[in-house]
């Protein structure tokens, strides 16, 4: 990705207004009892997009801003997501998407492992209480709702982003006459 201050304005309003959708909209919603954690997809996507340095700095302040509206210690949703935004990037760098099954796949995973990383995190920090397996489901719960809204954050970051992405034209193979014998 190619950051110009435009670019860097167009991610930065993208972090923050993820966030504040996060924390006045998404964790207001439940569905089957879970409310949908989508800023883990969007800082994959963001990752998948920029590389692995963008993921990592994106993730970080998608973090520290949830932590500093929520008054939570700060550090701990930063380094989730910074390890989240880095992983995505480094599969970016590393290797090619050929499907656009790809982007909501690894949004599924890696949001699986941020639930992960903040409950290991807030047993951590917080106040020690008991731990049920019914958060083992919300956490699939999660992962599954992060694919399918994953796959629409990636689609519409894909097109804000558009004139910094540095893309590979796809080749086709042409479908012309062939040439017998020369």
């Known amino acids: 990705m190619i950051l110009t201050p435009k670019i860097l304005a167009r991610v930065a309003a993208a972090v923050i207004l993820g966030a504040l959708l996060q924390l006045c909209f998404f964790s207001q919603v439940a569905i089957l009892q ?8 969007l800082v994959v996507a963001l990752g998948l ?16 801003l949830v932590d500093s509206l929520l008054m939570l210690p700060l550090g701990g949703s930063s380094l989730v997501l910074l ?74 970051l894909r097109r804000l982003l558009r004139a910094a992405l540095v893309e590979e034209p796809m080749v086709r193979p042409r479908r012309g006459p062939r040439v017998i014998g020369a």
């Open 83 to 156: 390890g989240i935004g880095y992983a995505a990037g480094l599969f970016r760098e590393r290797f090619e998407i050929h499907s656009m099954l790809v982007p909501p796949l690894l949004c599924m995973g890696l949001t699986f492992v941020a639930e992960l990383g903040f409950g290991a995190v807030e047993l951590t920090l917080g106040p020690g209480g008991p731990v049920s397996l019914l958060v083992l489901r919300d956490m699939l719960v999660q992962a599954i709702l992060a694919f399918f809204g994953g796959w629409v954050i990636f689609l519409a």
């Open 49 to 64: 997009l920029g590389g692995s340095m963008t993921g990592a700095v994106c993730g970080f302040c998608a973090g520290l």
């Open 34 to 41: 879970v409310s949908p954690d989508m800023l883990p997809a």
